[in-house]
């Protein structure tokens, strides 16, 4: 378990379990191919059977880091700050983004939307799973929308999530990776006959970067 001090801090969000951080190319999404430092926190109860970063679930595996220190080392490498998890908004966003945005920073979120919406976002992109649905601020204020298809009943659920969010968020449509070789060609068809979606690709992967 946390000391008690330090476990305070995290719920105050003024330190965060940190699992990793790293200056790359954003693989996935609208911005799919820019430059962006991510920040992956650890935490995560929603639990995709086929997340790729499951040693991200536990937040007692990831050290508590202050979010000055997050923030200084970020701002070394990119304008643009992604956060990503586990499920970052298990943790009270506030403190870290308002200190990012004073450096001028762009900030962007990858989330499930399990959790209400905390801090202050330049770009929201949320990723919805069925095991825990999003909360109505999250829907609300997402600018992207991105449905990972790992099976034909996705469709159903992408389209049902499209009714949920707000008008203005783009609509992605993702294969999930260890089924990319069936799921994609479904997705090429789907998109033409239902152009409001476009396909998102883990360009990343195909890359070989992280």
């Known amino acids: 378990m946390l000391k008690k001090e ?12 940190l699992m990793e951080e790293f200056y790359t190319i954003q ?15 650890g935490g995560c109860d929603v639990g995709c059977h086929w997340c790729d970063v499951k040693e991200s679930w536990n937040a007692e595996l990831h ?17 643009t700050i992604v956060i990503t998890g586990g499920e970052p908004l298990t943790w009270d966003m ?22 209400p919406l905390s801090g202050t976002w330049d770009w929201i992109c949320l990723s919805p799973k069925k095991t825990k649905l999003p909360t109505e601020t ?10 990972i298809i790992h099976n034909r ?8 999530q499209a009714a949920k969010v707000n008008g203005n968020a ?30 998102s690709l883990q360009t990343h992967k195909y890359l070989n970067i992280p």
């Open 170 to 199: 783009i609509l992605f449509l993702q294969p999930e990776w260890s089924r990319k070789e069936e799921m994609t060609p479904l997705i090429v068809d789907y998109v033409m006959s239902n152009p409001k979606w476009r396909v």
């Open 27 to 41: 693989g996935e999404g609208y911005h799919t191919g820019t430059a962006a430092y991510f920040i992956r926190v």
């Open 94 to 115: 506030g403190p870290l983004t308002s200190k990012l945005k004073a450096e001028g920073m762009n900030t962007h979120i990858e989330t499930s939307g399990a959790y």
């Open 138 to 147: 999250v829907y609300a204020h997402a600018h992207e929308l991105k449905v």
């Open 6 to 17: 330090l476990q305070m801090e995290v719920e105050k969000g003024q330190m965060l379990p």
């Open 63 to 79: 050290p508590p880091t202050s979010t000055d220190t997050i923030v200084a080392n970020a701002k070394q490498y990119a304008k």
């Open 153 to 160: 009943h996705d469709f159903i659920f992408a389209e049902e």
